[in-house]
């Protein structure tokens, strides 16, 4: 399978604890982006990266937030001290650098508690 | 912000009908992305559309690009119960290559 893969599918954790999410691109794609869903509503962007530089940022994405994409491959999203309005589906996309259509992942479903 | 207005909400067909919703923007877009989600899963991308007036096949689904650049539609014909979802439509802002979404036009189908 050659899609956008992210892991873990699912994660349940409780208020205040960290959590990390890992999303490994098509291979071949220079373009990471970072979403977030909620119940009833589409994907809301969080942040983009262009091989390893992260060159856009949501205002949704708040200091607890961090996303990192060494080497330019996959990508990790960490939420730190985690609160109840973070429970989510977080997605992950990649597209080649100069189209706009972009693949997304299954997506990690997280709820705090 | 940009903003996406899709239509109908929800819709419930039975099985081999045609459906019709479309999607406007309050601002002019250069692509028209359209996906279908299923619960628990993240979006398919179903068909992308890249001029003004183009009109795009992908199967049983047939998109266009609205001439004025402010809208789209997008229609499936002869529904089957697989149609089953969430379809949205998105499109990269001014200046920007993150996509906005739509809030989605629930399918349901009859068998």
């Known amino acids: 399978d050659t899609g956008v893969s992210q892991d873990p599918r699912h994660k349940i954790t409780k208020r205040g604890q960290n959590v990390t999410f890992r999303c490994d691109p098509i291979?071949?794609?220079?373009?990471l982006y970072w979403y977030r869903q909620t119940l009833g509503q589409g994907p809301e962007f969080l942040t983009y990266?262009?091989?390893?530089?992260?060159?856009?940022k949501s205002r949704l994405l708040s200091d607890r937030f961090s996303a990192e994409r060494p080497k330019g491959s996959f990508s990790t999203l960490e939420i730190q001290r985690t609160e109840q309005g973070d429970s989510a589906m977080y997605l992950c996309?990649?597209?080649?650098?100069?189209?706009?259509?972009?693949?997304f992942g299954q997506g990690t479903r997280l709820t705090v508690v | 912000g940009q903003q996406l207005n899709q239509s109908p909400q929800s819709m419930f067909i039975q099985e081999g009908e045609d459906v019709s919703m479309n999607c406007t923007s309050s601002?002019?877009?250069?692509?028209w992305l359209w996906y279908k989600q299923d619960p628990g899963e993240g979006p398919v991308l179903l068909i992308a559309?890249?001029?003004?007036?183009e009109l795009t096949s992908n199967g049983r689904l047939t998109a266009q690009f609205g001439i004025t650049r402010k809208d789209s539609f997008l229609n499936i014909s002869a529904s089957i119960p697989s149609d089953v979802g969430i379809y949205f439509c998105?499109?990269?802002?001014?200046?920007?290559?993150?996509?906005?979404f739509g809030k989605g036009t629930k399918l349901s189908v009859i068998p």
């Open positions: 996309a990649s597209s080649l650098e100069v189209e706009s259509e972009a693949f």
């Open positions: 291979s071949e794609h220079n373009r």
């Open positions: 990266f262009q091989n390893e530089a992260q060159l856009e």
């Open positions: 601002s002019i877009f250069n692509t």
């Open positions: 559309l890249y001029k003004a007036g």
């Open positions: 998105a499109g990269p802002g001014a200046g920007s290559y993150q996509l906005t």
